[in-house]
């Protein structure tokens, strides 16, 4: 059984301390379980962010509900990389 249901999946997202903006998003009833240990060791320290209930619809700050969904569904785990940094984002600064 997968807390998935019409209102959406029970997740709980993950943050390491060796890699910021990393995160990871599981399954709640797998919890870190889920993480594979190549990736564990990426992220060092593996601490709790929150967990939260995602649909096709709900809004995440930098990846696709549908993206994250799929990944969980194929995988058991989805992987949200850092923001890439790029030339015209430093030179913005300036």
């Known amino acids: 059984m997968n807390d998935s249901n019409d209102k959406g999946r029970l997740c709980t ?4 301390d060796k890699e910021p903006e990393l995160y990871i998003y599981v399954p709640r009833e797998a919890g870190k379980d889920n993480i594979p240990e190549e ?3 990426r992220m060092g320290e593996v601490r709790e962010v929150m967990t939260i ?3 096709a619809e709900r809004k995440l700050a930098r990846a696709k509900a549908v993206n994250v969904l ?3 569904d194929e995988i058991g785990y989805y ?6 940094i790029t030339g015209q984002v430093l030179s913005d600064g300036d």
């Open 13 to 16: 997202i993950y943050k390491g």
């Open 39 to 41: 990736l564990s060791q």
């Open 53 to 55: 209930s995602i649909h």
């Open 70 to 72: 799929a990944s969980i």
């Open 79 to 84: 992987v949200q990389l850092p923001p890439e």
